[in-house]
């Protein structure tokens, strides 16, 4: 129990991180603490559930890029992220317009940009907040 708690204060950290990095035109966040440890389980349900049937379909393609497929399915799953936090839970959370505008050219760059960014920020949290 206290490392599911340590993990959702980490993601939740790494969101927040995030939003203020990154300009408001990529990922954009609206809400208070409550609504980013929100986010944070609907993050760790996304990538507890839906990634590894994600990165179990897309193996040929990851083995024929040399693993750079893996970049897409993160942009792909702080989609999903961003659609469940919209739908699901009524957070402001959005990924270069979407799901608010739909999948447009800056919804791809954002999506990118905002995965290769958090997994970075996750990383560097992960290695100062331990379980």
């Known amino acids: 129990?206290?490392?599911?708690?340590?993990?959702?204060?980490?993601?939740?950290?790494?969101f927040a991180i995030l939003v203020n990095i990154l300009?408001?035109?990529?990922?954009s966040f609206k809400g208070g603490t409550e609504q980013l440890i929100l986010l944070a389980i609907i993050a760790g349900v996304v990538n507890g559930f839906v990634k590894p049937v994600v990165k179990m379909l897309s193996f040929p393609i990851s083995m024929m890029t040399l693993?750079?497929?893996?970049?897409?399915?993160?942009?792909?799953m702080l989609?999903?992220?961003?659609?469940?936090?919209?739908?699901?839970?009524?957070?402001?959370?959005t990924v270069g317009g979407f799901p608010?505008?739909?999948?447009?050219?800056?919804?791809?760059?954002?999506?990118?940009v905002g995965a290769v960014a958090l997994s970075i920020i996750s990383t560097?949290?992960?290695?100062?907040?331990?379980?």
């Open 100 to 112: 608010a505008h739909g999948i447009t050219a800056d919804t791809i760059v954002g999506a990118v």
């Open 79 to 93: 989609l999903v992220i961003a659609w469940g936090a919209e739908k699901l839970a009524k957070i402001s959370f």
């Open 23 to 27: 300009p408001s035109s990529m990922v």
């Open 124 to 131: 560097i949290v992960g290695l100062v907040v331990h379980d």
């Open 67 to 76: 693993g750079a497929f893996g970049i897409i399915v993160n942009a792909a």
């Open 1 to 14: 129990m206290k490392g599911l708690i340590i993990s959702i204060a980490a993601t939740a950290i790494a």
